[in-house]
């Protein structure tokens, strides 16, 4: 079984005042949640679910509880890639799938194992072409290597939220990690992180109430 992370545990401050008091991956409601989506996307593809949680720690877990979801990381106060120090994952050898909870697409993750195996075991990216969409724009070679990867960038593919981390890459370099740009320009240097073939048919990054909205008028 191949295992996948829900990164859920920050404070969602864009989308204030909603999350006075609860998190935003349970908006807008627990029975319809942003993370209850990514669950269900995920398990369509028998993936081992572990989820990072943090703030309001005791209304997710009950969540989680809800959802049948028994793993969980919790990282009080921590980077959004701390979890990778976590031993949960020493030992896992394949693909680790690692999708924000916030970012919902439809893509088929047994594309993405595939690509994973068949370009030697690096780690994946997978972008989107979105006009003044938020996000870290990829810049990549003509082998799909990526060079560079910030917010900053002015140009380039954005990263969509969802990527397939070789988790022994990282262990091997006996670092501590705690944001992900540090993971990312870890595997850069090593030239070790690809962007993707494939892309989501579709997309969308839900950071403000606005774009909740959009949401509840979509398909997902």
């Known amino acids: 079984m191949y295992k996948s992370v829900i990164l859920a545990a920050g404070l969602g401050t864009r989308m204030m005042p909603l999350t006075k008091d609860y998190p935003k991956p349970l908006l807008p409601d627990t029975n319809n949640s942003l993370l209850l ?85 690096k780690s994946i990216i997978v972008s989107v072409d979105k006009n003044n969409a938020l996000g870290d724009k990829i810049k990549y070679d003509a082998k799909n290597h990526i060079t560079n990867m910030k917010y900053q960038n002015s ?45 989501p048919e579709q997309w969308i990054s839900v950071d403000t109430e606005k774009d909740l909205k959009k949401l509840e008028k979509s398909t997902f």
């Open 37 to 121: 989506k990514q669950i269900t996307f995920l398990r369509k593809y028998n993936l081992d679910i572990s989820v990072t949680i943090g703030y309001q720690k005791k209304l997710m877990i009950e969540a989680l509880n809800f959802y049948g979801v028994s793993g969980y990381i919790y990282l009080k106060n921590k980077g959004n890639a701390f979890w990778i120090n976590d031993y949960k994952f020493k030992n896992y050898r394949g693909p680790l799938v690692v999708i924000t909870s916030d970012n919902l697409m439809k893509i088929d993750i047994k594309l993405l194992i595939n690509e994973y195996y068949e370009k030697g075991e």
């Open 155 to 199: 140009s380039g593919c954005i990263a969509s939220g969802l990527q397939l981390l070789n988790i022994q890459d990282l262990k091997n370099l006996k670092l501590e990690f705690s944001d992900f740009h540090d993971v990312w320009d870890c595997l850069i240097e090593q030239e070790k992180l690809i962007v993707s073939d494939h892309r």
